[in-house]
């Protein structure tokens, strides 16, 4: 499902606790919406096998996402200048369908490792604590 069909549940107070829930937030949306996106539009008609390696291209796709939200790759420089991309999640209020101010914030570039939660999200496991539910209709 994509994410705009989940309902965000209430972070944990402790601050540790939430730096990982937000780590596992991100992980969260690359999956539901990156992955599950890519996935779902994987020709059904395919043999068992092509299915396999474009799922397999995907996933490498994503992990390479992973790589260069962590800082092993995708920067770029020369001798006095540098390119990179920097990559944050926030946990924000709303009112009115506006973000009224940032509550947290983790550079995921400096979090645990986008790399080292792939493992696991990818196994379905975000945490210990939820990240969201889906709607009620």
Same mark, same amino acid.
């Given at each position: 499902m994509a994410t705009r069909q989940y309902e965000l549940v209430e972070p944990p107070s402790e601050?540790? $606790?939430r730096e990982l829930w937000l780590q596992h937030a991100a992980g969260f949306i690359?999956?539901?919406d990156i992955r599950r996106y890519a996935m779902e539009r994987v020709d059904p008609a395919l043999?068992?096998?092509i299915r396999a390696a474009v799922q397999k291209g995907i996933d490498? $796709?994503?992990y390479g996402l992973m790589m260069v939200i962590d800082g092993v790759a995708g920067g770029i420089s020369n001798a006095s200048r540098t390119v990179s991309i920097d990559f944050f999640v926030r946990l924000a209020e709303r009112g009115d369908s506006e973000v009224n101010g940032t509550l947290s914030e983790v550079d995921l570039r400096h979090g645990d490792g986008m790399c080292m939660g792939y493992h696991g999200w990818r196994e379905g496991d975000f945490g210990s604590h939820p990240i969201a539910v889906p709607k009620s209709s």
């Open positions: 601050l540790r $606790a690359f999956f539901e043999s068992n096998e490498d $796709a994503r």
